[in-house]
């Protein structure tokens, strides 16, 4: 698929302006940005909150008729926070260890460099503490951004770096969307993907049981493209080389990863340096909307 100008302009916007959709403000500006870009195609979008009684209520959006299409294509747009190693498709007891772990060892490092900054300045602080002076200004404004970061640290920081996951996914369903006509696709973008399901589970109803999900992940990733699931062409998978695995679930997953085998099981995942990168890799969209098709 050749990047038009169209694409060129959501690479832009969603890699960089809304490339953080983690906080509620965060994730209403890319809402926004979203809901009016899909409104330029078709008018059949709409925004669906749950979990209510919560703070800050999650949103999906979807795109057609959710409740009667044969198909649902569909993926996360939240933005995973930082963890330590790659990122383990599919094993989301190792990304929540791996999570705590950078968490805890971030807040520790800056609590005892708040520490250390604070004995060294009452080891050469000079006489008493003048209330009102331009030094004591100053280190109440310090103490102030410190305990203001050390409150984002321990709340988990956001990876700014999204365009493989999970922006490139969100792209490829824009360019699906531009490009789908007619009634039997619908499309949803989920929120709670990064470490849940609880997106996923709320598009889920009895209404929807027969509809065939294919859930996107990483699909911009420069690692090779894998499919999990039934419901899906063999011939155009063999055609588009690209790797599959049967699967007893309803859902069909399609994504991006390299592949290792440990414990005699095959394992997905992506490292740093994968998911640090600032291009997507146009190739596999391509594969990706040809086998949707």
């Excluded at 999570?99 to 250390?116: E, H, P, Q, R, Y």
Aim: hydrophobic share 40%; net charge positive; with cysteine.
């Amino acid at each position: 698929m050749q990047q038009n100008e169209k694409f060129k302009d959501w690479l832009f916007r969603y890699q960089y302006m809304y490339r953080s959709r983690r906080t509620e403000k965060s994730k209403s500006r890319f809402l926004s940005a979203l809901v009016t870009d899909i409104s330029e195609m078709r008018d059949d979008v709409q925004v669906i909150a749950y979990n209510r009684d919560e703070k800050d209520a999650s949103k999906n959006v979807y795109v057609g008729d959710i409740q009667k299409a044969d198909r649902i294509i569909c993926t996360y747009y939240d933005t995973p926070i930082r963890h330590f190693g790659p990122y383990v498709l599919f094993d989301r007891k190792e990304q929540e260890k791996r999570t705590t772990w950078f968490i805890m060892v971030s807040s520790v490092l800056l609590i005892l460099a708040g520490i250390a900054a604070t004995l060294l300045y009452m080891r050469y602080a000079a006489g008493a503490i003048d209330l009102i002076s331009v030094q004591t200004v100053g280190i109440a404004l310090a103490y102030g951004v410190y305990f203001y970061l050390l409150g984002k640290i321990t709340k988990g920081l956001p990876n700014r770096r999204t365009a493989v996951r999970n922006t490139s996914s969100v792209l490829t369903l824009l360019a699906m969307i531009d490009q789908t006509k007619g009634g039997k696709t619908a499309f949803a973008f989920v929120d709670e993907g990064s470490f849940g399901e609880s997106g996923l589970d709320a598009m889920l109803t009895p209404q929807n049981q027969r509809a065939k999900i294919f859930f996107l992940d990483c699909v911009g990733a420069d690692a090779p493209l894998h499919v999990i699931g039934n419901d899906v062409s063999k011939a155009k998978l063999l055609e588009l080389g690209i790797d599959h695995q049967s699967s007893d679930g309803k859902i069909n997953y399609i994504f991006s990863a390299k592949t290792v085998e440990k414990e005699q099981k095959m394992q997905f995942y992506l490292d740093k340096a994968d998911l640090g990168r600032k291009n997507v890799n146009m190739e596999n969209i391509t594969k990706v909307m040809e086998l949707c098709r």
